[in-house]
């Protein structure tokens, strides 16, 4: 089986440590001119680091509708500028998105990656699927203030809405990772094995994963669908 080194196995966090996660890298373009335009833009004149990140929180939530039926197999499909330019992308790709656009304004996040337990996706995803055992979902860690705060910007508003669940709100002051229950109290997400946090998606290996783990999902091109059609309010 293939293997990734998580950057949080070096446990200590220096200066320079820090100053990585603020730079671009291939993947996590932040230096993209479209990526930084769109973070100038939603921020505005918002000076508050902590209300910024909530800002572009929503903005990467609601503006790339989450999108599980994409070409797993396109590096592209794990590129923050080509995500936002599409305006839609799966868990691993909508995460590339902020951590870019929080690089862009000077907050440093960096990508963490964990398997969870999907208890509501809809029929024809768990399907193509085959397991309601989501591997490498994609969450962000930012650094506000003295520490790291998960966010996962992953579940539009209006998917929620069809899924019968909250949308996952984030503070910037506490972690806000996958809903663990619906608006039912009917468990909803729960995560079930952390594989560490990256500088940059290691697109070559979700790739691969991808592949061999969801071998029906992962076609080239993509999958037609539409969740938001194919959910209902539960």
């Not at 909508?94 to 304004?105: D, E, H, N, P, W």
């Not at 619906?182 to 697109?203: I, L, N």
Request: net charge neutral; hydrophobic share 40%.
């Amino acid at each position: 089986m293939s293997s990734i080194v998580a950057e949080n196995a070096v446990p200590k966090q220096n200066d320079s440590k820090l100053r990585l996660y603020l730079s671009p890298a291939e993947f996590i373009d932040s230096d993209h001119a479209a990526v930084r335009t769109k973070a100038a833009a939603a921020v505005g004149s918002v000076s508050d680091p902590v209300e910024q990140a909530r800002v572009l929180y929503r903005a990467v939530r609601d503006e790339i509708r989450y999108d599980p039926y994409i070409d797993y197999t396109d590096p592209e499909t794990y590129r923050a500028s080509s995500v936002l330019a599409k305006g839609h992308g799966y868990c691993v790709g909508k995460a590339s998105v902020y951590v870019a656009l929080c690089r862009a304004i000077g907050i440093p996040a960096r990508l963490g990656l964990a398997d969870v337990k999907n208890h509501l996706a809809t029929p024809r995803l768990l399907e193509a699927v085959g397991t309601d055992l989501f591997a490498y979902h994609g969450y962000v860690e930012i650094k506000l203030g003295q520490g790291w705060i998960k966010a996962t910007p992953t579940f539009n508003v209006s998917l929620c809405e069809r899924l019968g669940v909250p949308p996952l709100e984030f503070s910037g002051e506490a972690d806000a990772l996958l809903q663990p229950f619906d608006a039912k109290g009917r468990e909803f997400m729960s995560y079930v094995t952390q594989h560490g946090t990256f500088f940059d998606v290691p697109a070559k290996f979700l790739i691969g994963e991808m592949t061999r783990l969801y071998p029906k999902l992962c076609r080239p091109g993509g999958l037609r669908g539409d969740m938001e059609r194919e959910g209902g309010k539960r």
